[in-house]
C-alpha cells in the first residue's frame, strides 16, 4: 500500500520533471531566438576561426540551458544573458585533442548565416572594427561590444560587476582609442 | 570616421543581422544540452575521486599495520601514513567546498573571474602541500605492502634502511621542487596576473 503511494508519488514528480522540462525547452528556444545576435557577436568577438566559434556558440547554449532554472528575473534577460555568454567565452579554451576524443560538440552551427555577406563581414568597417576589438584583452573586448550595443552604464555594471563610474571612464578611453584606430589605420 | 559612424555601421551589421541570422532548431535539438562533460566539473570528479580514495586507501593502511602490529616499526609507519592521507582527505573536502561555491555562469564578469582566480590560488597551495607531503605518504606505504606481500622487511638491516630511505627521500624531494618550479610556480604566477588584472580593472581611476 505504502509502496504504491511512493511510487504513484514517484510517477507524478516525473511527470511534472518532463513538463517542466519541456515549457523550460520551450522558453529556451526562445530566449536563443531572442538573443542570437547577442550570442553570435560574441562568438565572433571571442573566437577567431569558424570551427572555435562554433563551439563557444554550443558552450554557451549548454550554459544558458544549465542557468535557465536559476533565472529569477532580477536583472533583465539580456543583462543574464550577456553574463552566461561572456562568463563562458572568458572559460572556452578549445582543446582539439579533447574535442576529437569525446566529441561533445556536434559538427554544425545552430546560429546560421543565410546571407553569407553578412557572414564574411564585407562591410570594411565591420571587419575594422573586428580588428580593433582583437586587439584588446578580454575585459575590455568585452566592454566594447557592450558599448556599440549601445547598453546603458548601469547595465554594463551590472553585467561586469563593476561600478557605473568605472564603466564610464573605460568607455572614454576605449571611445579614445577606437577614433584613434579608425582615424590612423 | 567618427564615433557616430562606427555606431552606425555596428547598428547596420546588427540590422542585417535581424534578416540574416536564424537558429536551426534541428541541430540545438542534436545540442546535449544535459551533457556534465563541462571543463568546470572535472576539478570537482578529481577531488572526489581523491576524497573518496584517501578514505579508502587510508582503511587498507590500518588494516596492514594491524596485520604487522608484533613490530611497532610498522604501527608507526602507519600511523605516519594515516596522518598523512587524513590531510589528503581534509584537503580534498576543502577544495571540493571551494568548487562547490562558485555560481557559475550567471555571475558578473569581474566577480565570477576574480572567484575563480582565488579558488584556483588556494586550490594550486593545496596541490603543493600535497606533493610535499607525497614520499611521507608513499615510502611508508611501500614499506607496508613489501612487508605484507612480498615479506621484505625494511628494518632488517638498519643501515642499509636508511641508506635507502634516505637516498628516496632525496630524490623524491628533487622531482618534488622540480614540479613545483616548473609546473604549480609558473601556474601560480599566471593566477597572480590575472588577479592583478583583474583588480586595475576594478580601480575607478
Redesign the interface.
Known sequence: MLGNVIFSHFLQTIGRTKHFRRVDREK??SI??EN??LI??ICYTYCKDSESRKDLE??I???I???LS??DGRVKVST?IY??A???A??F?RNEAKHKK?K?Y?D????????TN?AT?L?E??AK?YRFIDTL?K?NK?LVILY???RKYKEIA??????E??VG??IGRI?NK??DY??NS | ???I???N??????H??????????E??R??????T????EYPYISEMVELFGGVLVSVAIVVLSFRLKEDPLYLILGLIAVMVGSLYIKNAHSKIGLLKRV???????????GE?ALIKKRILKYRKTELLIFPLYVLPIAALTSKTFYNVDIFGNATLFAVKFAIALAVAYIIVLLIHKHLYDKRFREVEKIIA??KE?????
Open positions: 529556451f528556444i536563443v531566438k542570437q545576435r553570435y557577436k554550443q558552450e547554449l549548454v550554459q540551458w544549465k542557468s536559476r533565472f543574464w553574463q552566461v561572456l562568463n563562458t572568458f572559460l579554451h569525446n561533445i556536434i554544425k552551427s545552430v546560429l546560421t548565416v543565410a546571407d553578412v563581414e562591410d568597417r565591420i572594427l584583452d575585459l568585452a556599440l550595443e549601445d551590472d553585467i561586469l560587476g563593476i561600478t563610474t568605472n571612464t573605460k571611445k577606437l577614433k579608425f582615424q | 570616421m567618427e564615433l559612424e562606427i555606431k555601421a555596428w547598428a547596420q551589421y546588427d542585417n543581422l535581424v534578416n540574416n541570422l536564424k537558429v536551426d532548431e541541430t540545438l542534436m545540442v546535449n544540452l544535459d551533457r562533460k563541462e571543463q568546470m555560481k557559475y555562469y550567471d555571475t558578473p564578469v569581474v566577480k565570477l573571474q575563480l588584472r583583474l580593472f576594478e580601480k575607478e581611476s
